[in-house]
């Protein structure tokens, strides 16, 4: 239904990242169009097929954080573990340093000394039965072979001061059941380091901890990025982190991309309704306390996400979108380039309603949508 | 860690059984034969199916064979099929129960349906049947054909416990590290095992040494190989119930139910051994110092 569309979008892309790729400095990593669907079998035998990820592209710099923001649902830890390898895309390629991938052992091998993973649940993601000496220590030993005893001894005394686990003899010796979430994210991302990596994949890094250590925890992850160049894909929910760390933002709804740009023309001016949703419902410490009834008048009825094996037809978000036209119902929207690398696909742009979007809020043209409706 | 395995009383009291019966296996016989004087081969014509008492602590059988002996030399048979018939059950259901579960696709298919093959083929008739058509029975081949007939079940639960592992966060991060395989399998997966296995194992040789004992019972055993087994075999023979010579089937049934219950209580200790984290939860017993008078008592 939407293909014509989504090819001419991803042609203009394509037509666009000719000229860019020129000038910016190289793409360490890039998703190209990469979409997932998973088979689920039902109870009888019925089968059907989740779109979790569609024709979803990711371009990472060095030095640069782009933060992949969305809710629940929307395809954000898919495109992570594709780009992590652990699933292969169903379309699309993902390509390193401008090479496709190959699937034999060693490549994989070669791509995960550039690329790693920190999973978002630290008290998943460590052997209970290791001591914080073995993972470290097996990570070197894979990348590093060269390495000899005292050399990957003194190596692990760095990457475990890097992440500020001092007396770093004491951390080594303990187990993950002796360490607190914190404790145990800062020793992921110290065995991810310890690879060398070019990229980290941040999947919710930060959402299984307390809320008094995610600071610190944003604050090493700049860290790594000012010091080492490393390019971080941050995923998460929380728009307000995503403020605080990444360069760029890229919004995901029901398992496509809807709008990225610059992380402050993003989050200003969301040019996409369901980016302008997800921004006024996180919490503003500046916003006034009365302004929470113009806000919110209408938060009971924002409606659920769609599911992903039946996709609404046109546009994913028009049955919860106040501004939803005839052509939102139809046909998938197309990309609208708005300058200094913002884009959104949404019909308001294409028709000329763009403004209505910044002079109201999300909640009360949702229940002004609702009058409307009654009155007719 | 040793010692907080062996604080409970559970533990402690099942490790003793074991070890006493090792030892008793181990060294019983020599110190039956040059301690007491006793063979459990000889027989003593002036004391046919004589009660315990006298010369012979344990009484004798028809053939005037001291009992005591007998079962210490059937301590040694019985522990011997025991050990190596679980060493051998464990061991295949291991091979296959764990590669099944952690590789998944058609390994697991493979495993699996073989798995399935030995779950419901029925075990005890094909037993007598290999062990008839092996016909030099010695206790070897009889631990031999109950371990390898008897590994699926603890294969089965290995494998679903090794899916379950396998697919967990700490085997993605370890293989996106670059771990291979079978480190995978060996390093991360195979540890969290060791509690299921070891009870397996425990379960396996009390299965062995009751296997052997009904086969024995049955008639399928070396006629000249003493066990816990043939003992009962022979008391089953002679119908010592009917005639009240208890001292023929009480002491084999009851070393056999003494080593079920002390492998029993052992796991529930290995538990606690294999999970660290249950270790920690244990509270560590703090002496308390003598009350303190109490501030301002008298008032």
Known sequence: MSKPVAEAASAADRRARQPEAAQAPEYVLEARDVSKHFTVRGALGRTSVVRAVEDATVRLRPGQILALVGESGSGKTTLARMLARFHEPTRGEIVLRGEPLSGSRRARRTYHSEVQLIFQDPFGSLNPLHRVRYNLDRALRLHHPQLSAAEREERMTQLLERVSLTPAAEFAAKFPHELSGGQRQRVVIARALAVEPRVLLGDEPISMLDVSIRLEMLNLLQRLRTEDGLALLYITHDIASARYLCDEIAVMYAGQMVESGPKEDVIASPQHPYTKLLIESSPDPERGVGDREVFFAGADELGEPPSLIDPPAGCRFHPRCPFAMQECLEQAPPRTELGGGHWATCWLHAKGRAGELADTTHAAATAARRDALQGA | ?299
């Open chain 2, 1 to 299: 860690m040793r010692t907080a395995f062996l604080r409970s009383w559970k533990v402690r009291i099942g490790v003793a059984i074991l070890a006493f019966f090792l030892l008793l296996a181990v060294f019983g016989p020599w110190l039956t034969h040059s301690v007491l004087g006793l063979d459990p081969r000889a027989n003593d014509t002036t004391a046919i199916s004589r009660s315990p008492g006298g010369g012979h602590p344990l009484g004798t059988n028809q053939f005037g064979q001291d009992m005591l002996a007998q079962v210490v030399a059937g301590a040694r048979g019985s522990m011997y099929v025991g050990l190596l018939g679980a060493v051998v059950g464990t061991a295949i259901a291991i091979v296959v129960g764990v590669p099944a579960g952690f590789y998944g696709g058609k390994v697991d298919a493979a495993l699996n349906f073989l798995t399935n093959l030995f779950l419901v083929m029925p075990t005890l008739p094909l037993i007598m049947i290999v062990a008839g058509y092996l016909q030099g029975t010695g206790l070897t081949t009889i631990a031999l054909i109950i371990g390898f007939f008897g590994w699926s079940g603890g294969a089965r639960t290995l494998r679903a416990q090794a899916m379950s592992i396998a697919n967990r966060d700490f085997v993605r991060a370890m293989r996106m590290l670059g771990e291979r395989g079978r480190r995978l399998v060996f390093a991360e997966v195979l540890p969290h095992l060791t509690g299921l296995i070891a009870s397996m194992f425990l379960h396996a040789m009390i299965g062995a040494v009751m296997a052997e004992a009904g086969l024995a019972f049955l008639g399928i055993s070396d006629s000249s190989a003493i066990s816990w087994g043939t003992m009962i075999q022979g008391a089953q023979q002679q119908s010592a119930v009917l005639r009240g010579l208890w001292w023929w089937f009480v002491p084999p049934g009851l070393c056999i139910a003494l080593i079920g219950t002390a492998a029993a209580l052992v796991n529930f200790g290995i538990d606690e051994l294999a999970n660290p984290k249950l270790r920690a939860a244990r509270p560590v017993p703090v002496r308390r110092a003598k009350q303190p008078a109490r501030a301002g008592g008298a008032a």
